[in-house]
């Protein structure tokens, strides 16, 4: 049983720029969430995607956004990048919508520097 | 932003010593989570709670859910090398849509010196 893949695991751009990071869920889970993780501080909600639509968001503006894939993987992309982008990206997935928290797994990451 | 609070932002503690953090909320959940991070790591889940003064061990760990549901604490005892670490609480409330959307607390960072 595979856990939760993400890439790439480092990557820098420039303001302005377009980015997709891509994670793949652990093996049987079906819905995928997003969080945005600043230096210090803790994960913060994006978004997720169960069936492949999107079931809540959180305080991000529209320039992300997001998929998934009818194998599950999810892919999360940032428009118009601004220097507060700069983050480690998490991708967490879990069985269901109801599933208890002892299932959802975190990927390691993809740390984007926004120069 | 973060909706809950967590205390303290950091402890450097000895070796064998016992380790006490705690995560206070604006808001009610059903259920509260400790998350463990190391560096280049995803948050691991250490326990999660799911009832109103519920009190769960996890080995070394111990967690509470707060009577009102708006606080949680976490004991880490005689710690050891390995617990270091940044500690994270969350909490999340379980609606038919789903519970997934965690909120986090901004982190505690543990350092144990020999």
């Known amino acids: 049983e595979t856990g939760v893949t993400q890439s790439p695991t480092h990557l820098i751009k420039t303001r302005g720029q377009q980015v997709t990071l891509r994670c793949s869920s652990q093996?049987?889970?079906?819905?995928v969430s997003w969080y945005q993780q600043a230096l210090g501080q803790g994960p913060q909600f994006i978004f997720q995607?169960?069936?492949?639509?999107?079931?809540g968001r959180g305080n991000f503006p529209p320039r992300f956004s997001g998929l998934q894939f009818p194998n599950y993987s999810s892919e999360l992309n940032v428009n118009a990048l601004e220097l507060d982008d700069s983050a480690l990206y998490l991708c967490?997935?879990?069985?269901?919508?109801?599933?208890?928290?002892?299932?959802?797994?975190f990927g390691a990451g993809s740390r984007l520097t926004v120069l | 932003g973060q909706q809950l609070n967590q205390s303290p932002q950091s402890m450097f503690i000895q070796e064998g010593e016992d380790v006490s953090m705690n995560c206070t909320s604006s808001?009610?959940?059903?259920?509260w989570l400790w998350y463990k991070q190391d560096p280049g790591e995803g948050p691991v889940l250490l326990i999660a709670?799911?009832?109103?003064?519920e009190l769960t061990s996890n080995g070394r760990l111990t967690a509470q859910f707060g009577i009102t549901r708006k606080d949680s604490f976490l004991n880490i005892s005689a710690s050891i090398p390995s617990d270091v670490g940044i500690y994270f609480c969350?909490?999340?409330?379980?609606?038919?849509?789903?519970?997934?959307?965690?909120?986090f607390g901004a982190g505690t960072q543990v350092v144990v010196t020999p």
């Open positions: 967490a997935s879990t069985f269901g919508l109801l599933s208890g928290a002892n299932v959802l797994t």
């Open positions: 093996s049987g889970h079906n819905t």
């Open positions: 995607y169960y069936r492949e639509e999107e079931n």
């Open positions: 808001s009610i959940f059903n259920t």
């Open positions: 709670l799911y009832k109103a003064g």
């Open positions: 969350a909490g999340a409330t379980m609606t038919t849509d789903s519970w997934g959307k965690l909120q």
